[in-house]
């Protein structure tokens, strides 16, 4: 069983940065694939970034390749998305996500648990 809960979202101008932090309960952590996704209100939620378990593998939805940056520390059991250059089409409720393989990472059905979220306001 994992636990995640996410912080650091908020309002923020375009253009500006956030980084997004979802901490992990359990031992287990540094063997889960994590996932950031989002969704917008009345849109499905889409995948934003991946990273392996041991960090040596990222993926990059392309909307946001270039711009935001996930990482890991499996010392302190927390994934970071890093989001730089924001756009108002960025605001979404944002949620971090475990998966046991990286295999279809770009997939919501196949991860195993899920944060709460939190809402990321970008203002134009």
């Known amino acids: 069983q994992v636990q995640l809960v996410e912080s650091g979202g908020g309002l923020v101008q375009a253009g500006g940065s956030l980084r997004l932090s979802c901490a992990a309960s359990?031992?287990?952590?540094?063997?889960?694939?994590m996932g950031w996704f989002r969704q917008a209100p009345g849109k499905e939620r889409e995948f934003v970034a991946a990273i392996s378990s041991s960090g040596s593998t990222r993926s990059y939805a392309d909307s946001v390749k270039g711009r935001f940056t996930i990482s890991r520390d499996n010392a302190k059991n927390t994934v970071y998305l890093q989001m730089n250059s924001l756009k108002p089409e960025d605001t979404a409720v944002y949620y971090c996500?475990?998966?046991?393989?990286?295999?279809?990472?770009?997939?919501?059905?196949?991860?195993?648990?899920w944060g709460q979220g939190t809402q990321v306001t970008v203002s134009s």
């Open positions: 359990g031992r287990t952590f540094s063997t889960y694939t």
């Open positions: 996500a475990a998966d046991r393989t990286y295999s279809g990472v770009r997939w919501y059905q196949n991860y195993d648990y």
